[in-house]
Structure formats: C-alpha cells, structure tokens
C-alpha cells in the first residue's frame, strides 16, 4: 500500500477526521537518520502528525514542528507543506528503550518541555503556539495541543512498528477534530469507539486502509472529502546551499579559500552530500 491520507467529515458535518498510513516513508526516514528502535517510533508518529496538519492547510503554506521534552534523543524537527511533503531529523538517533517488550517511545521523547508548531501561512507574519508536552507520548502531547493552543477539541492517534531486524512495518494514525454545533451523543459515540480502537499501528499492520480506520471511528457516517499522496521528500539543492555559503562573512569565505580543500556540506534532513570546488568559493567573494 502507498502512502496516502485521507480527510473526510462526519455526523452531518460536525467532525472532521484525517487519516494517514505512513509505513514507507517513515521507513525511508529510519535508513536516512539510521535510527535505532525506540527512535524510529517517535520519529515516525511526529512525521506522521506532521503531515496530517499539514493536510489543513492549503496552497504554498508550510509548517515547522519543533518538539524537546528533555528525553535521550533530544531535539525533532520536521518540515511539512500541504501537498503530503515532509522531512525532519532527530537530533540522536541512535536511543533506544523498551517496556516490558514495547518500544518506549515516549520515554526516549521525555516530558519535560515544548511542542512548537511554527506557521508560514504566506500572510505577513511567521508565527508559532507552543504547549507543554504532558507524557512524551506525542498523541496524547498533540491532542492536548490542540485543546490548548487552537481550542480545537481532538483526539490524536498514531502509531509505529518496528520488526526484530529494525524495519518499520506499521505506521500511521489519524486527528479527529468536533466542529461548533457538534451534538454531545456524538461526542460520547466517538469517544465509545476510539476507547475500544485496537493501536492504530496494529491496523495498519492488519491491512486497514485510511479509509478502513475512518469508518471504524463513525460506522459509515461520513463522507471523503480528499485524497492526498505522501512522502518523505527533502527539498534541498546545491543552489540553496551555495546561497547559504555566501551569506558568510568575507572572512571566513577567505579563511575556506586559505584551506585550499573542496568543502562539503551534508543535508541534515537528508544526508545528501554538496561538494563545493575552491573555484566555486572564490566566486562569492566580492
């Protein structure tokens, strides 16, 4: 199965519910950062969410997730468009806990600190909310997210496998949110379902599509809305990069041509390697 989600509203349009399978590209995430276990389910349920917010947004607008709860594996940071883009980099990935046999992801993310979600909506000002992170677990850290910083009622659901050999095989999860005029039976319905949910990793590895988990949460009472392709893509480039280069000081752009050596810069959200000649430095000097 592809990576893809799907958005759809429910109960007469009163809920609206996301849902994303992203086994592929959190397993591409794993190989490019190299992430040990406990990691690479961290890693891959912020990449997830990542992208379902990114899915509420529309055209050249963009988001930054900025997530530090004091844990083993330090800072995660991802990037995400609104057409199903994302990319992002731990800054240790190589952390690993288990808890009586199960990935401790939240462990590794620690519960002392922030979640940031920095905005570029393409209107004048950049701006971020914050809210404390409550368990490390980013599900339920991202549904109380929501009710604090957006005063959007959710629940968040997300989750990760990964087999004996480190591979990740499940990974997924979905953001429901109730709108104004939601009916409170509506409220307790959803609340029946999602507690007798069985982990969404676990679905995904049972074959359920996006659409398979929508229809678990309402039964049937709701409508797609929007299909959206995903992927872990980085959109970086050598001109980027050489633009980088020559905001440095005149100094230093001298003190790299008085190495007289080929500069490399590695990507950190891609690992892709850029080789700059002495010829190419010399050029952006003045």
Known sequence: ??????????????????????????????????????????????????????????????????IDGGGPIGKIITSVNTYGQVKGLVENPHVHISNKDKLAAGMVVGNNGFIHVTKDLKVRDIFTSSSELQTGEIADDFTYY???????????????????????????????????????????????KVGKMKPISELINNDYKPEDIINLITEGNHEFVEELSLSYTCDCSKERFHNGLATLDQNDIQSLIDDDEIVEIVCEFCKTKYTFSIEEIKSLRF
Do not use: C, W
Not at 49 to 65: C, E, F, N, R
Not at 153 to 181: C, D, K, R, T, Y
């Open 1 to 66: 199965m592809n990576d893809y989600l799907v958005k759809a509203y429910a109960f007469d349009g009163t809920v609206r519910i996301y849902a994303a399978v992203t086994t592929h590209l959190v397993e591409e995430a794993r190989k490019t950062h190299d992430t040990f276990p406990a990691a690479s389910a961290a890693f891959g349920r912020v990449l997830t969410v990542s992208l379902i917010m990114g899915a509420m947004y529309k055209g050249d607008q963009h988001l930054t997730i900025r």
């Open 146 to 192: 929501f009710a604090k910083s957006e005063q959007i009622p959710s629940s968040v659901g997300l989750g990760v496998l990964v087999n004996e050999h480190n591979e990740v095989f499940a990974s997924g999860g979905f953001i429901l949110q109730v709108m104004p005029g939601v009916k409170e039976e509506t409220i307790t319905f959803i609340e029946e």
